[in-house]
């Protein structure tokens, strides 16, 4: 059987464990990186969607259980978001924030990565996150008069995974700015992982909610990435970890606005 140490390439459950590692805090246990094999986050680039799956049930099964304990419904949705955020490191709610004061805040490329590089926090990330957190607490409590047990949990999972989906295409779209850090360790993920992170993405949400309904979803937050992408572009000369990060909470929030919108509707 060959090995990846043989074929000079990450397995898939190498993949798997380099998504995880990047994207969550959730413990990968079940794979170990040979010392002179670091992860390779390119190679990973088609399983951002699965850690959105995962995170997401995470967050839709608390909200599920929430429910069955007759909680209220905005202690509901905290204790949901918590979750996600939790398990997700805050990295992508702290891209949010330091794009915020980056982009509010600078007045040319060098002081908006200055800004955006600097662990404090100022007004404009404040105004973000507290908008942002907001208003994910109030489409959240819409999801719950809507949907109840597992057609809760398989909800935030494909909304969470369409989320992770985003920087994979903007990746593929727009070059990685030459001031970024973190997002100097992925690059362009080549049409082959991107089409295999589209699958993983869209399949469940086609499944779940249909072709309209997932349309209606998914185009506007693409939109919204290559949006995003453009701007980071003209603002930093490419993308940033927190750009992207900022993508996957801005996403979430245009997808639930816009499910919102159609009546929250599933397949009868």
Excluded: N
Excluded at 44 to 63: D, E, K, M, R, T
Excluded at 201 to 206: G, K, V
Aim: proline share 4%; glycine share 12%.
């Amino acid at each position: 059987m060959t090995t990846e140490a043989e074929t000079g390439r990450q397995s898939i459950t190498g993949d798997c464990a380099s998504a995880f590692l990047l994207l969550s805090r959730i413990p990968v246990t079940w794979h170990r990186f040979r010392d002179d094999q670091p992860p390779d986050f390119i190679s990973s680039l088609w399983a951002f969607p699965l850690v959105g799956l995962v995170i997401g049930a995470a967050g839709g099964g608390v909200l599920a259980a929430g429910q069955a304990l007759a909680l209220p419904s905005f202690a509901i949705a905290i204790l949901g978001l918590a979750t996600m955020i939790f398990l997700s490191g805050a990295m992508h709610e702290d891209g949010l924030a330091d794009m915020a004061d980056g982009f509010g805040g600078g007045r040319d490329t060098e002081a908006k990565i200055r800004i955006m590089h600097d662990s404090r926090i100022g007004t404009y990330g404040v105004l973000g996150l507290t908008l942002t957190v907001a208003i994910r607490l109030g489409l959240y409590m819409t999801c719950l008069g809507l949907f109840s047990g597992w057609d809760l949990v398989l909800f935030m999972a494909v909304l969470q995974a369409a989320g992770r989906f985003q920087p994979v295409v903007q990746l593929a779209a727009f070059r990685v700015s030459p001031h970024a850090s973190l997002a100097q360790l992925t690059g362009r993920p080549g049409a082959a992982r991107l089409a295999v992170a589209a699958v993983i993405c869209l399949l469940p949400m086609i499944w779940l909610l249909g072709p309209v309904v997932s349309a209606s979803m998914i185009i506007p937050a693409l939109a919204l990435a290559i949006w995003t992408g453009q701007l980071a572009t003209r603002h930093v000369e490419g993308l940033t970890g927190d750009v992207m990060g900022a993508t996957v909470v801005l996403a979430e929030i245009i997808m639930l606005l816009c499910w919102a919108s159609v009546g929250g509707m599933m397949p009868a």
